[in-house]
């Protein structure tokens, strides 16, 4: 009781602080990232150093497990709109790929209410949703490489980018990572916003997505490096599903050593796949391409701190999704394993939120949307599927959601046209390769149901198998769990009003 009076107090005054002066937000939004990646994560290796997030970490609150999206595009989708893939309306693609395009009166971006309630917006960096970036009507400032617009334009993540500014389009003429820091300084100093108003900032690098390409200056700079060897980067994995085996990318090298798979073929230049090259180089190149986002951070934070900005700004740090590092035999995104798509994700404000503390509980994209909504003062602008994060970040030890955490993968199709589900794989993703699914996350337990016909369900004691690797569905003692766990992602999906809620294929539990 006096636990719940004091967050009460603590709300109260947090909602008349943002009254009086609402808070700037800086929303760094990193590619591909895994959260191995970074030295404040546990699972990282000990030699990885990001010792600017890693400050960040320890100037606010850090979530163990985030779930933002299975890949670029629905995880943006999702973070713009605050909804579940499959409830955001007229998103598809079309055209050439990543043409993609969306009604924006069906559509609908919340930086746009944003702006009408007196906040200047902007957005710096990689746009994956939609021809239509929304210049002037929820960005006021934007510096957008628009892949979906210049789809031959799209394999350039490092070098040789088109960039449209406000509309017009001109050459980036720089490595991204750090034109994209240089231009949110700018920002941060002043340019190109109106000085009287509060600001919230998009900045999304396209660090560290394929071809994952350090700065000329890191390059070799982690040669020698071991990586640790996941368990299952071979196989047999008798506990997973059958759709792995396609997506096997590592063999054994002459000397028994995890080496990269065939290059695949591509008309694009940013499949990261790359033939020959063993783990503990591509794990060493990742972490190489990772050093000028950890750069970048120190420089927006040293900003803000001149500026005299830093303690009116709320700063978040995540990415749109994981990737694979061998777990599971994987180099991808996609599949529903935390390797393969957990986002780190930390948010600092030391003059409103603890310091130093890490928050056990799952979150997904739509809480992350409410809960900035929240900070900056505003109700939501329409029926959100998030849960405010507030009472998380002000008692991250002990605070909790009352219900599980839902996230879904329907590959590339949203709204409508996840209706009905496609029968084939090829149907299931533009690349073919992993089927949808569904993904509810309450306490130590991780429930998967795979929306193909014939395919398993799954369940993962993330306690005592983190690295999900004995998928538990059918073993008799945990029958009771599953059986709980099924109903209530179907009360989940139906409670967000998912159209495919009472249309998924019988479960099948276990090979």
Sequence with gaps: MLRRLALALVLMTLAAQSAEKRPNVLFIFADDQPYKTIGCYPEAPKWVKTPHIDALAASGVRFHRAYFGAWCMPSRAAMLTGLLQPAVQTMRMEGKYPGSTYDPARCRFWPAELRKHGYQTAQIGKWHTGVDTGFGRDWDYQVVWNRPGKPENAGNYYTGQIVTVNGKDQPLGDYSTDAYTRLAVDYINGANRDAAKPWYLWLCYGAIHGPTTPADRHKGKLAGHKAEV????????????????????????????????????????????????????????????????????????????????????????????????????????????????????????????????????????????????????????????????????????????????????????????????????????????????????????????????????????????????????????????IESLRAKTLQALKDNAIPFANAMPPVMAGP
């Design 230 to 481: 996941p368990a299952d980067i071979f196989g047999p994995r008798p506990d997973k599903p059958a759709y792995l085996e396609k997506t096997q990318a590592f063999h054994k090298g002459k000397d028994g050593e995890p080496v990269r798979g065939a290059k695949k073929k591509s008309s694009t230049n940013f499949d990261a796949d790359e033939s020959g090259k063993s783990l503990d180089e591509w794990v060493q190149q990742v972490n190489e391409c990772n050093l000028a986002l950890d750069e970048g951070v120190g420089k927006l934070m040293a900003a803000l701190k001149a500026s005299g900005q830093l303690d009116n700004t709320l700063v978040i740090y995540t990415a749109d999704q994981g990737f694979a590092l061998g777990e599971h035999g994987c180099s991808i995104k996609l599949a529903p394993y935390d390797a393969n798509i957990a986002s780190p994700l930390i948010l600092s404000m030391p003059t409103r939120l603890p310091q130093g503390k890490v928050s056990q509980q799952p979150v997904n994209s739509p809480d992350l949307v409410r809960t900035l909504l929240a900070f900056t003062g505003m109700d939501p602008p329409w029926t959100l599927h998030g849960r405010d994060m507030t009472p998380l970040l002000l008692d991250p030890e002990h605070a909790a959601f009352d219900s599980p955490t839902l996230m879904i993968h329907t590959g590339d199709r949203f709204g409508a046209d996840t209706m009905p589900i496609p029968t084939k794989m090829k149907d299931m993703q533009h690349d073919g390769q992993v089927p949808w699914w569904v993904m509810l996350r309450e306490g130590r337990f991780k429930y998967v149901r795979n929306l193909t016909a014939g395919e398993m369900e799954e369940l993962y004691d993330l306690t005592a198998d983190p690295e999900e690797l004995h998928h538990l569905a059918r073993q008799p003692g945990h029958r009771d769990q």
